[in-house]
Structure formats: structure tokens, C-alpha cells
């Protein structure tokens, strides 16, 4: 584990739940700035992997280490898991992570739903806060909505929001778990412009998407999951010209 290493490394990452493994001994390490699509076929592990990455699922093998934090396995012994804990809360505050559902709190206007995290975890004053939302709505395009509430606006526009309240804690990685599969097509192109920026100022983002032509234009390099293993790690559109494995070509038919 070298801090000057990737900003994301995983190590032989494993996870089972009682019916069989659900992510087997995947490995990765992601560069700062790098873009990287996630694709693969629907239950395959695609959101549990990022969850893990987010300290939101536990690991049962392996390690992840994410700008100089590292977590593996939950520790059984009780000091040991006060730590943990410390860490888990900590990798947090670095990986911001943006959902299919747009979740953003119905009785709050946009700037009181990005104020919030500010608020509460960098405990800023609400001087401070409305500075900060205000600062990442103008980023996302919705410095004009900041006082509306998210029922009024457009699935596009409450996803821009949900990833300004994101950016809000200054997160060194941004993941995405499917953001545009909610939203209307005509507005998925303002959502994706928004990762294409983040990318151009240097942000380091994941993101399971079905979106093919994004995965091919914006990523670094793509990740092909099948049944909880990455199949293929590939270098931007190498993957879509001449597939290395079967099974990502076959899943890459559906596509053509
Ligand atoms: N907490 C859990 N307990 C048991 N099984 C789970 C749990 N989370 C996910 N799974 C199973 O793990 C597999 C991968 O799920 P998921 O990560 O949601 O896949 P994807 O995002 O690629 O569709 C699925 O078979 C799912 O049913
Ligand atoms: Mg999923």
C-alpha cells in the first residue's frame, strides 16, 4: 500500500452471502483522474462491489484501500472494531456515491438537501454550507433552482442535484450505481456531461452504467463483471472493437 500509488486499489476482494459468493477475488487499481465503466449483466455484483467501496458492505477477503484508508474484513474482537468503524466513517467522507434513485429529501429545497451534509459532518456554519451548495449547484447547472423543491424538477435535474449534494463533503472519488436509469433519455445527456466535466477538472469516478456510448467516449478503461468475477478490464473502446473473452463478447452483442 503505497501512498503514492493508485488512489483505488483492490486486493483479492471477495464476498459470499448464504446462497454462494457474490464477488470472487476481483483486483483493480484505479489511477487518480481516471474514468472507469462498470458493465455487465443484471446480478452480477455490479452495485455490491461499489457499495464496497463506499464501506457500506463488509468484505469477507481481501482489501480495498482508497486514498491512504484501507479496509478488509469486519474484526470480531471489540477494540478492533471501534477502529474500523473510525475508518469506515472516514472512507465515507472520501467516496461520494450517487444512486439509480434520486433520494433527496421531498420537504427540503435543493440548497437545504446539499447544505445538509456540511452541515452535520463537517459540522460548517449554515453561512458556510449555503456557500459550499451553492458553489456545487452552480457546477451541476442549478444555481437557479437552489430554492425549488426536487418534486418540481426533472428526474435530469433532481440526479444534478443529488450529485452536487455529493460533492458537497469535497470527495476524492465519485461513484455512480446506474444514475441515468431512472431518468427520462431526452435527460440522461445532461447527467453524463456532468461526470464528462468532473473528468476534464480530474475528479476519479466509477460508474455501472447500461449507458454503452458513454462507457466507450468518457472511460479510461472498462470493467466486464459476470457472476461476481471482473472477466475484462480493457482500455477505453479496445473492448468494443475485439473483446478478449467470450463472455464479454456475448454480452456485447446485445449492444451492436
Ligand atoms: N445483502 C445481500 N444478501 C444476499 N444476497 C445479496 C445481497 N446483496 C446482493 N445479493 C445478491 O448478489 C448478487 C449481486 O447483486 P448486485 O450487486 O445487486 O448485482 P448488480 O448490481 O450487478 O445487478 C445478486 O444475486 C443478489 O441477489
Ligand atoms: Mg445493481
Do not use: W
Not at 474514468?35 to 455490479?46: A, D, M, N, Q, T
Not at 469486519?74 to 469506515?88: E, H, I, N, Y
Not at 468532473?198 to 455501472?208: A, C, F, P, S, W
Amino acid at each position: 500500500m503505497d501512498a503514492r500509488g493508485p488512489i483505488i486499489q483492490v486486493r483479492n476482494l471477495s464476498k459470499y452471502c448464504q446462497d454462494g459468493p457474490i464477488l470472487k477475488d476481483v483486483s483493480v487499481n484505479i489511477e487518480q483522474g481516471d474514468l472507469v465503466s462498470i458493465i455487465g449483466p443484471s446480478g452480477c455484483g455490479k452495485s455490491t462491489f461499489l457499495r464496497c467501496l463506499n464501506g457500506m458492505e463488509s468484505l469477507d477477503s481481501g482489501y480495498i484501500y482508497i486514498d491512504g484508508i484501507s479496509l478488509s474484513k469486519k474484526p470480531s474482537v471489540g477494540f478492533l472494531r471501534c477502529d474500523f468503524q473510525q475508518k469506515t466513517h472516514e472512507l465515507r467522507q472520501h467516496v461520494g456515491m450517487v444512486f439509480q434513485s434520486f433520494n433527496l429529501f421531498p420537504h427540503k429545497t435543493l440548497l437545504h438537501n446539499v447544505m445538509l451534509a456540511p452541515q452535520i459532518v463537517q459540522k460548517k456554519t449554515l453561512d458556510e454550507a449555503e456557500a459550499i451548495a451553492l458553489k456545487f449547484l452552480d457546477k451541476v447547472g442549478l444555481r437557479h433552482f437552489a430554492h425549488r423543491y426536487p418534486f418540481t424538477l426533472s428526474g435530469g435535474q433532481q440526479q444534478r442535484g443529488t450529485i452536487a449534494r455529493a460533492l458537497a463533503l469535497s470527495p476524492k472519488v465519485m461513484l455512480y450505481d446506474e444514475p441515468t436509469s431512472s431518468i427520462d433519455p431526452a435527460r440522461v445527456d445532461e447527467v453524463l456531461e456532468v461526470m464528462r466535466d468532473l473528468d476534464r477538472e480530474g475528479m476519479t469516478q466509477m460508474i455501472v452504467t447500461h449507458e454503452m456510448r458513454f462507457a466507450r467516449d468518457a472511460s479510461d478503461y472498462i470493467i466486464y463483471m459476470e457472476q461476481g468475477e471482473f472477466i475484462e478490464i480493457s482500455d477505453e473502446d479496445e473492448i468494443f472493437i475485439s473483446p478478449k473473452d467470450e463472455r464479454t463478447r456475448q454480452f456485447l452483442k446485445h449492444f451492436m
